[in-house]
């Protein structure tokens, strides 16, 4: 997925590139955390304010900094007449319902009983519906582009990290270092021990994940040794988003 090429489309529909660069860099926040089980770190809510800013700015010429989303979304985006048919109705209530579910469903913290995966896919395919409305409505790109990039969009997130038996596999074609990052993103904000960072990466030898774990340490990617375990720092965890990045990416391609 090219995030310039779709914030560019965007941009073209929703008339403020700023506004376009940051939709575009929340939905794929939202789609990595989906990719990944990384409930705690879920974006929805994020996603679904910059766009009820882009909805604003593109029926008004202006947004505000910090909008009534549920007030905005529930009483006043279907009377804006200018918006297309599908967004202002379609699109707006899909937005609701996904602000709802962060809201009462609680996608961004863990409970006893966790339906959150299910609760954080069914926002990531709501935004992923919601961004190819607004892409088909972006009327300055031709419709063979638009295609494409609805494609790329609706393309299947998949897992890359799978949980079987108390052992998470990331099912990633990249080096140790990569795989490392994302298995750690996938424990983010938590400590992951070395045994268990160990079993993940079989069958890579234990010396080479120890080698690339002290690597990381140096490089100031994660924090913690063999005894506590260890956890992403925040440039790890910045490192870590542009390797599932590049993973995505390289499955799209």
């Known amino acids: 997925m090219d995030e310039k090429r779709l914030a560019l489309a965007l941009g073209t529909l929703v008339g403020d590139a700023t506004l376009a660069d940051e939709l575009t860099r929340d939905f794929i926040k939202l789609r990595q955390d989906c990719a990944t089980g990384t409930l705690e770190r879920a974006s929805s809510g994020k996603f679904v304010e910059t766009l009820v800013q882009c909805l604003q700015q593109m ?4 947004h505000e900094a910090k909008p009534d989303v549920d007030g ?4 006043k985006v279907e009377n804006e007449a200018t918006l297309p048919e599908g967004i202002r109705i379609c699109a707006a209530r899909l937005a609701r319902a996904i602000y709802t579910f962060r809201n009462k469903r609680n996608i961004a913290h863990k409970n006893p009983v966790d339906p959150n995966r299910f609760d ?3 926002a990531h395919h709501g935004a992923a519906w919601i961004m190819a409305e607004l892409l088909r409505n972006a009327a300055s790109i031709s419709m063979e582009e ?4 609805i494609a790329l969009i ?3 997130v998949g897992t890359l990290v799978e949980e ?3 052992v998470r596999l990331v099912h990633a074609d990249t080096s140790a270092r990569g795989e490392i990052l994302i298995l750690l993103h996938s424990h983010y904000p938590e400590k992951a021990t070395l045994a268990d ?3 993940s990466l079989k069958p890579r030898s234990a010396g080479t994940v120890k080698n690339r774990l002290t690597d990381l340490r140096n ?3 994660i924090f913690g040794d063999g005894t506590s375990g260890y956890r992403l720092t925040t440039a790890g965890y910045n490192a870590a988003v542009a390797e599932i990045g590049a993973v995505q990416t390289k499955v799209a391609a």
């Open 59 to 62: 029926a008004t010429g202006k």
């Open 72 to 75: 905005y979304l529930s009483k």
């Open 120 to 122: 954080l896919a069914l």
């Open 146 to 149: 638009a295609g494409t990039l």
């Open 154 to 156: 609706q393309t299947p």
């Open 164 to 166: 079987i038996d108390g």
């Open 197 to 199: 960072i160990v079993r």
């Open 219 to 221: 490089e100031k990617l």
